[in-house]
């Protein structure tokens, strides 16, 4: 087996589990549910993943690579044009919150016990949005597009409270269209950072 298919196999194993994990919850979903679902044997998903919490550990990371890569994007489009950047950034929130499965994989990770590995990997994730949308601003008052009487981190960590707001009422009303949000989210983030 080569290792593009023993990464196919992995990342098959992985949204099994994040599908299986949303719609059942944790403790409801076994190891032999996400075997079926993801076409493999016991021996192929404990090869990759020794117990269904490490697997849990996995799409959290898948998650924050996929996050990573988008807004390593973002940055680099912030060069030149920041508010481009920052839509690109409110595109990226949109398309997460319009997840079918987001409420339910919200709701595991609520009700799961205390565990190290989970809530290292989730800093990890509010920390990176943090740096870059305060790299955003500062590229943004730099080419004068975006205010400059706040600094770049209190810009930052008001465009995080926006888009946490955005993926919980994606959470609480999963029945709404996110396309509804996507005109007064992008009117809020320009109220936001437009210049005064």
């Known amino acids: 087996m080569g290792a593009d298919e023993r990464r196919d196999r992995r990342s098959e194993i992985v949204a ?3 599908r299986l994990f949303a719609a059942h919850g944790y403790e409801r979903t076994s190891t032999a549910q996400i075997c079926r679902s993801a076409a493999v044997s016991s021996g192929t998903f404990f090869h990759y993943f020794p117990t269904k919490a490490a697997v849990l550990v996995a799409v959290l990371e898948d998650g924050l690579a996929h996050t990573r890569e988008a807004l390593d994007r973002i940055r680099q489009a912030a060069a030149d044009d920041a ?7 409110c595109e990226h929130v949109l398309a997460e919150a319009s997840d079918p499965d987001l409420a339910g994989f919200v709701a595991v990770l609520g009700g799961l016990p205390e ?6 990997v989730l800093t990890a994730e509010t920390d990176l949005v943090r740096e870059t949308l305060t790299e955003l601003v500062a590229a943004g008052q730099r080419q004068g597009t975006v205010r400059g009487d706040l600094p ?3 810009l930052a960590v008001w465009l995080a409270i926006v888009a946490d707001g955005v993926l919980q009422h994606a959470v609480d009303q999963p029945a709404v269209p996110v396309e509804e949000l996507r005109p007064e989210m992008a009117d809020v983030l320009a109220r936001l950072v437009r210049p005064r």
Do not use: E, K
């Open 16 to 18: 099994a589990a994040y």
């Open 83 to 89: 508010i481009g950047a920052l839509d690109q950034w």
């Open 115 to 120: 565990d190290a590995r989970v809530t290292a």
């Open 152 to 154: 770049p981190q209190r």
